[in-house]
C-alpha cells in the first residue's frame, strides 16, 4: 500500500545515534561506506574506506525510546517463527 508519492526508502550501512538531555531530542545518522580501490601489481586492492553521512533526522526523546522495545519485541518473534518453521 503506497501512502504517498512522497515516501522513499533508502539503505544505510550503519546508524550513529546522539542525545541532546537539554532540547530532549534523539538524532539518528544515518551513513554509507565507500570503498575506494587502488590498482597494484598483485591487482586491484583496497586503498581507503570513506564513511559519508547522508541523512539526520531528530525525534522526540519519547519516540526515540519507544522503538528499542518494539524492535526487540518484533526480533524475538522473528527469532522464534524461524525456529518453529
Do not use: I
Not at 23 to 37: D, E, G, I, N, S
Not at 61 to 85: C, I, N, V
Request: hydrophobic letters at 40%.
Amino acid at each position: 500500500m503506497l501512502l504517498s508519492k512522497h515516501l522513499s526508502t533508502v539503505a544505510a550501512d550503519y546508524v550513529k545515534v546522539l542525545l541532546d538531555d537539554e532540547y530532549q531530542l534523539c538524532t539518528f545518522a544515518f551513513f554509507k561506506k565507500h570503498v575506494k580501490p587502488k590498482q597494484t601489481h598483485d591487482g586491484v586492492m583496497l586503498d581507503s574506506l570513506n564513511h559519508e553521512m547522508f541523512l539526520e533526522v531528530k525525534v522526540p526523546y519519547e519516540s526515540a525510546f519507544a522503538l528499542s522495545p518494539y524492535m526487540e519485541a518484533t526480533r524475538k518473534k522473528m527469532q522464534e517463527t524461524k525456529a518453529d518453521g
